[in-house]
């Protein structure tokens, strides 16, 4: 794709999928009778979001915030801006957050402030990647799908400068 970095597979697309189904499996027990909000952290979640919604066979409801933290670097600048909030109304509901990857936590500690400062009935979150030897702020991943090492990923959803998204499996970008 680019020939200035080199891709090493860390969990292709079977390995993902079946982790989701266990993921879906522990959310179903917690959420079945509560229709959750299941927000997510745009851009990076939205290839996450859609398997893992589509494996939840009890009502959801489903929307977006958007968040910006990185800029065009793999480094956290340390300041989180909200671009979007959700259209749905948060006050009140059981929200699922659900993120791509936790890496400072910052990202996350930002929006949980925003969200309990709306009111909302319970905040809990759902992650596919954890990488807590990176961590700032104190995060519970409540649902967590696989702890990476200190490495930059890319594929299914994550960029780097806005590349890789599309890739089926997740790989560790190597070089520049
Ligand atoms: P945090 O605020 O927890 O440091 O970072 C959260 C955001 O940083 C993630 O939602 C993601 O967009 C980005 N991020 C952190 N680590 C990685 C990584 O290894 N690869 C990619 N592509 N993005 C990352």
Not at 6 to 34: G, M, N, W
Not at 107 to 116: E, P
């Amino acid at each position: 794709m680019d020939s200035t970095h080199r891709l090493v597979p860390l969990f292709t697309s079977q390995q993902i999928a079946s982790r989701i189904s266990e993921l879906a499996a522990e959310i179903k027990r917690d959420y079945h009778d509560r229709c959750p909000l299941m927000l997510g952290v745009l851009k990076g979640s939205f290839v996450f979001l859609a398997d893992l919604v589509r494996q939840l066979d009890f009502p959801v409801e489903l929307d977006f915030i958007r968040v910006a933290s990185y800029g065009a670097g793999q480094e956290t600048s340390g300041r989180v801006k909200l671009l979007s909030e959700p259209v749905a109304a948060v006050e009140g509901r059981h929200v699922l957050l659900v993120e791509d990857i936790v890496d400072s936590g910052i990202t996350t500690d930002f929006i949980n402030g925003w969200l309990k400062a709306k009111g909302t009935a319970s905040v809990k979150l759902c992650a596919l990647l954890d990488k807590p030897s990176r961590r700032r702020r104190e995060v519970g991943v409540d649902y967590r799908g696989f702890v990476v090492p200190d490495r930059f990923v890319v594929g299914y959803g994550l960029d780097m400068d806005e590349k890789y998204r599309n890739l089926p499996g997740i790989s560790v970008l190597n070089g520049e």
